[in-house]
């Protein structure tokens, strides 16, 4: 779900999900979580639901078939887990601020099932009053009863997988819905009572000329949605079609002018560009994102999916089956871990800041650039063409900057 070029800074970052080829990059496990106490009282934490009714041609995520059985298997598991993490002694000493449960299609869960998820973690964590409790939807998986039946169990914050509002591409794609199902689907979650409701779109997509992609921003933003992802397509090697290949993808000049006109539609309603490829009204920023672009950390459950607690990053066993298995011998279903260093945390602070449009402290990006003269003309270079800016004693990326920003990382790590 992130463009085929190189260099745009928009590809899809979900540090908590489970991608199909996150685990395998990090070192072997050499440490647990039980060692290495958050630095934070308060943590954020991810549900992976792996479950999905049909792979889509783009997706590179951690997902698996929805078989007879395999949800209750999965649940079980899940519940064992969240006792597990919420038996380590130090997790007594930490508050919960966001729950985000991603996928995979985590609206694949009944409402029932899913409060007694919520609930398990309230049983074991402390979870803050006012926290942001998130679930990603897909619009056929979704009614008023059961959306009705999400906020009931505490959900305040939905994410509605739309991609497309062209019927000629999303079958293409592989999506189960049509563009009157995903409106349907948005009426349902306002009827619902949701009033923190997210879109998510794909531009760069096979057959998606600049017209088409105009037509389909303004009709999502005539929606009012509260908040809008919008990500590039990239054919990333987990996915069918990077495996396969395939045809019509527009070039990158239509990528970059689809780029703009969603900056310019946004801007024109009233949305903020607060990160690269996000959008949201004031006062309705994604609080659980924040909390990967801040570097901070959070606890994350589910078969793949990756956390970050202390010093460590952690990514758990990526099948469901072997998931199901190690939760049922009573291990946590850790596959790999690494530890940070500080070298490694202060690229990661930047990198991901300056995705935002907070950026990141002046001082800090002082620090990498140290006595590194090559670098340093490299910035000066683009505070020049104003593609980073200084506001205050902070630094970010211009909107133009967040286009050309992956030339700028790859220096920074
Ligand atoms: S529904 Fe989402 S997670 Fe599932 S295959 Fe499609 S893009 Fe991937």
Redesign the pocket.
């Given at each position: 779900m992130s463009p085929a070029h190189t260099e745009g800074g928009l590809r899809q970052t979900r540090p908590g999900s489970a991608s199909a080829d996150n685990p395998s990059e990090l070192a072997p496990l050499s440490s647990t979580l039980a060692d290495n106490p958050p630095e934070s009282t308060e943590l954020g934490f991810y549900v992976h639901v792996p479950f999905?009714a049909k792979?889509?041609g783009y997706?590179s995520?951690n997902?698996a078939p929805l078989e007879d059985g395999t949800m209750a298997r999965y649940l079980e598991a899940l519940h064992r887990e969240i006792d597990l993490l919420g038996g380590i002694a130090w997790s007594s000493r930490v508050r919960l601020s966001t729950i985000f449960f991603g996928?995979?299609?985590p609206s694949l869960l009944a409402a029932e099932e899913l409060g007694a998820v919520l609930a398990r973690i309230r049983a074991r964590f402390d979870v803050a009053a006012d926290a942001e409790v998130t679930v990603e939807c897909?619009p056929e998986s979704v009614t008023r009863d059961k959306l009705a039946g999400y906020r009931a169990a505490g959900v305040n914050r939905l994410s509605l997988?739309v991609q497309s509002l062209d019927d000629s591409i999303l079958p293409r794609l592989?999506r189960l819905h049509d563009a009157r199902g995903a409106r349907v689907a948005f009426e349902a979650a306002r009827a619902a009572g949701c009033d923190n409701l997210s879109v998510d779109l794909m531009y760069g997509l096979p057959g998606l000329d600049p017209d088409g992609w105009t037509r389909a921003v303004e009709a999502v933003l005539d929606w009012e949605p509260d908040h809008l992802s919008a990500y590039g397509l990239t054919l990333d090697a987990g996915s069918l079609w990077g495996a396969a290949g395939v045809e019509g993808l527009p070039t990158e000049d239509t990528q970059i002018d689809q780029y703009w006109r969603l900056a310019r539609a946004a801007a024109a309603r009233g949305l903020e560009h607060y990160e690269i490829s996000n959008y949201a009204r004031p006062g309705r920023r994604s609080r659980h994102n924040q909390i990967y672009w801040r570097a901070a950390e959070y606890l994350a459950a589910g078969p793949g999916a990756c956390g970050f607690v202390g010093r460590l990053r952690y990514a758990n066993v990526k099948a469901t089956p072997r998931y199901c298995e190690t939760l049922a011998g009573g291990e946590l279903p850790i596959a790999s871990s690494e530890h940070l260093s500080k070298g490694q945390r202060l690229a990661e602070r930047l990198i991901l800041g300056l995705r935002t449009a907070d950026g990141i402290p002046a001082a800090l990006l002082e620090t990498r650039l140290g006595g590194d003269a090559r670098l340093r003309d490299l910035v000066e270079r683009w505070r020049a063409r104003a593609l980073l800016v200084d506001v205050d004693d902070r630094v970010r990326l211009s909107e133009a900057g967040f286009l050309l920003s992956d030339a700028l990382f790859v220096e920074l790590l």
């Amino acid at each position: 779900m992130s463009p085929a070029h190189t260099e745009g800074g928009l590809r899809q970052t979900r540090p908590g999900s489970a991608s199909a080829d996150n685990p395998s990059e990090l070192a072997p496990l050499s440490s647990t979580l039980a060692d290495n106490p958050p630095e934070s009282t308060e943590l954020g934490f991810y549900v992976h639901v792996p479950f999905c009714a049909k792979r889509c041609g783009y997706c590179s995520f951690n997902t698996a078939p929805l078989e007879d059985g395999t949800m209750a298997r999965y649940l079980e598991a899940l519940h064992r887990e969240i006792d597990l993490l919420g038996g380590i002694a130090w997790s007594s000493r930490v508050r919960l601020s966001t729950i985000f449960f991603g996928g995979g299609t985590p609206s694949l869960l009944a409402a029932e099932e899913l409060g007694a998820v919520l609930a398990r973690i309230r049983a074991r964590f402390d979870v803050a009053a006012d926290a942001e409790v998130t679930v990603e939807c897909n619009p056929e998986s979704v009614t008023r009863d059961k959306l009705a039946g999400y906020r009931a169990a505490g959900v305040n914050r939905l994410s509605l997988g739309v991609q497309s509002l062209d019927d000629s591409i999303l079958p293409r794609l592989g999506r189960l819905h049509d563009a009157r199902g995903a409106r349907v689907a948005f009426e349902a979650a306002r009827a619902a009572g949701c009033d923190n409701l997210s879109v998510d779109l794909m531009y760069g997509l096979p057959g998606l000329d600049p017209d088409g992609w105009t037509r389909a921003v303004e009709a999502v933003l005539d929606w009012e949605p509260d908040h809008l992802s919008a990500y590039g397509l990239t054919l990333d090697a987990g996915s069918l079609w990077g495996a396969a290949g395939v045809e019509g993808l527009p070039t990158e000049d239509t990528q970059i002018d689809q780029y703009w006109r969603l900056a310019r539609a946004a801007a024109a309603r009233g949305l903020e560009h607060y990160e690269i490829s996000n959008y949201a009204r004031p006062g309705r920023r994604s609080r659980h994102n924040q909390i990967y672009w801040r570097a901070a950390e959070y606890l994350a459950a589910g078969p793949g999916a990756c956390g970050f607690v202390g010093r460590l990053r952690y990514a758990n066993v990526k099948a469901t089956p072997r998931y199901c298995e190690t939760l049922a011998g009573g291990e946590l279903p850790i596959a790999s871990s690494e530890h940070l260093s500080k070298g490694q945390r202060l690229a990661e602070r930047l990198i991901l800041g300056l995705r935002t449009a907070d950026g990141i402290p002046a001082a800090l990006l002082e620090t990498r650039l140290g006595g590194d003269a090559r670098l340093r003309d490299l910035v000066e270079r683009w505070r020049a063409r104003a593609l980073l800016v200084d506001v205050d004693d902070r630094v970010r990326l211009s909107e133009a900057g967040f286009l050309l920003s992956d030339a700028l990382f790859v220096e920074l790590l």
